[in-house]
């Protein structure tokens, strides 16, 4: 009905009551998360394909700006968690309506209960890092901005191809709104589609929740990002056993955060190597979700078209694929010594260079 | 006492005047407990003729006088001053055109309306007795709440999904259908379970809340749409909406 500025606007404008704040809140974490799942999934996968990339990858998380980001991703993954667990309940319980607007104060509150120890715990690694007796090695701006520039264009580049196939899906289909209005007032088959989203995205909010957040306790608060190439560090979840190789003796023995990723992946509780396991159900239910999600915020807003609403589900798709393949990929490939040296002699140059 | 009115003023026929702009009214003389319709009825009698609203009834039935005050959608005609405050801005509703000042183009809200069937289906003969159909009353009490939608649009156009997406069928056509789904005599439900199971039927309800508070009848609307969202998962509307028995907290 009216333009995406104005709704944008409005909807800050309208006095709604804390729901209303809830759902904003909801989806700018959602949106802040589903970033960072992006730059993390390619990000580790190099570890695999690129190992000099994931290196450098690493010591760009290590930037101030990143610590600042990774602080606002723990908070948006715990508001998203329980708001979304309160959205959860209360679809599959209408009769809770009285409790709402309560339940929207509770995840206010939880979100902050959990993150006063969850920040003071992270934050030990951040002092620890910047407190150590050699200077702590800080890459540059310009550093960042050249390696992250690829996923700009890359998003750039799948946002115009899913424009691209979406108008030539149009010409081929005739598909502009008239007809597809036409088709809405003929016949009416309730989308099996959304019923299905619809379930996925609660059930797999639930599966997600235990998965990220043992995620989040191994990798930034047992073991900060700073510890990741740190030199004969343990690695979080593998039980330090000298007696196996180099690479699955839960000791990081390079320093390289493609060791690091090694040792995880390689470590086998009997037959079957459980980080892998646990990294592929966590890639799977996270990018199922998160680009449905996506798909639900740039629909909303560009029903008008139907030219940008069919490309907006064709990006989502396409980052939806793209991700759980290179993620797969990784998670099937193995990392050998010579990539981990590789990655030594990598870091070895920037830190020298820097 | 004396209340100042900031009213968004839109007059697509007069040059200079077809952007929507603010204007300021002060109306002296105001007692606590009158109603802000007829302060704006004070108004455009007293000072500005050409302020153009909507209302019929005057009393909360007839559902036309829908408007954002104070930026929260409401019935003029329910809000006392001693509600709002002695300063009240006054918009038109958001999400359908309007076609001057606090005058909306509503023909998008009743095709979302009439895209439900609103209306008693059941094709089967009457009763031997040539009576009513009857139901008892724990059946009527599942349905009760949404008997009472007057069509103001509050809820419609209080929820961010229809401001973004004028597709969406929104609140009021769902609570209008749930009257029907729920209702044991009528026949019509799967139908409309499959009408408000389409991609721009309840699916964009993203239990935000808005349309509850936003209600004048105080009807749960976001517990009715949830209804419906069960109903169409689990195929099916016998135990899934319950009364919603006497209102403990108010909307607001």
Request: aromatic fraction near 10%; proline fraction near 5%.
């Amino acid at each position: 009905m009216t333009s995406l500025v104005l709704t944008l606007t409005e909807t800050l404008r309208y006095r709604g009551a804390l729901g209303q704040w809830s759902w904003v809140l909801h989806r700018i974490t959602g949106l802040g998360v589903l970033l960072f799942l992006v730059l993390h999934v390619i990000g580790v996968s190099w570890a695999v394909f690129f190992p000099e990339l994931w290196e450098k990858e690493i010591l760009i998380y290590q930037h101030p700006l990143f610590t600042i980001g990774e602080f606002a991703l723990t908070a948006c993954v715990i508001y998203h968690a329980l708001n979304g667990l309160r959205i959860g309940i209360l679809d599959y319980n209408p009769k809770w309506w009285k409790h709402q607007q309560q339940a929207a104060i509770y995840v206010l509150i939880g979100t902050v209960v959990i993150l006063i120890p969850t920040f003071i715990l992270m934050f030990q690694h951040v002092l620890k890092h910047y407190q150590s007796p050699e200077a702590p090695f800080i890459v540059s701006l310009a550093f960042i901005a050249e390696a992250q520039f690829p996923f700009l264009v890359g998003i750039v580049v799948a946002a115009v191809a899913a424009v691209l196939v979406s108008s030539v899906v149009g010409l081929f289909t005739g598909g502009g709104r008239a007809s597809a209005d036409k088709n809405a007032r003929q016949s009416h088959h309730g989308s099996q589609l959304e019923r299905f989203w619809w379930r996925f995205m609660r059930t797999s909010g639930i599966l997600i929740v235990p998965l990220v957040f043992g995620h989040l306790i191994l990798a930034h608060i047992v073991q900060g990002v700073f510890e990741i190439n740190l030199i004969n560090a343990t690695i979080p979840g593998v039980p330090v056993n000298e007696a196996l190789g180099m690479l699955a003796n839960g000791i990081n023995n390079s320093g390289t955060a493609v060791e690091y990723v090694a040792e995880r992946w390689n470590f086998f509780a009997g037959p079957v190597a459980i980080w892998r396991l646990y990294d592929a159900a966590l890639l799977a239910l996270v990018t199922v979700h998160g680009f449905n999600g996506l798909r639900y915020v740039l629909t909303d807003y560009t029903q008008g078209s139907p030219l940008l609403r069919r490309a907006m589900g064709y990006l989502c798709a396409m980052g939806a694929v793209a991700l759980l393949v290179v993620g797969t990929l990784a998670l099937l490939g193995t990392i050998d010594q010579t990539m981990v040296d590789m990655a030594r002699a990598a870091q070895d140059a920037i830190l020298a260079g820097g | 006492m004396d209340v100042t009115f900031r009213i968004r003023r839109f007059n697509p026929e007069v040059p200079g005047k077809n952007k929507p702009y603010w204007q300021e009214f002060t109306v002296k003389n105001v007692e606590e407990t009158d109603r802000v319709l007829e302060l704006l009825h004070r108004v455009k009698w007293e000072q500005d003729g050409t302020l153009t609203l909507r209302r019929a009834c005057a009393h909360g039935v007839c559902g036309s006088d829908a408007m954002r005050i104070n930026g929260v959608n409401k019935l003029a005609c329910k809000v006392l001053v001693r509600d709002v405050g002695t300063k009240i801005q006054i918009e038109p509703i958001l999400g359908l055109p309007v076609l001057k000042d606090l005058v909306v183009d509503m023909e998008p809200f009743f095709d979302h309306y009439r895209s439900v069937m609103p209306f008693f289906v059941n094709d089967t003969p009457v009763p031997a007795d040539g009576r009513e159909r009857r139901q008892t009353q724990e059946d009527r009490e599942k349905f009760d709440d949404t008997t009472k939608c007057i069509l103001c649009a509050a809820c419609t156009t209080s929820c961010p999904s229809f401001w973004a997406n004028g597709h969406y069928v929104g609140p009021a056509a769902i609570v209008q259908a749930h009257r029907f789904i729920f209702d044991t005599r009528d026949e019509g439900w799967k139908e409309r379970l499959e009408i408000l199971g389409e991609p721009n039927g309840v699916w964009r309800c993203r239990t935000i809340f808005n349309c509850t508070p936003a209600c004048p009848r105080e009807i749960q609307v976001t517990k009715a749409i949830g209804e419906v969202k069960l109903a169409i998962q689990q195929r099916k509307r016998e135990g899934i909406a319950t009364p919603v028995g006497p209102i403990a907290v108010g909307n607001g």
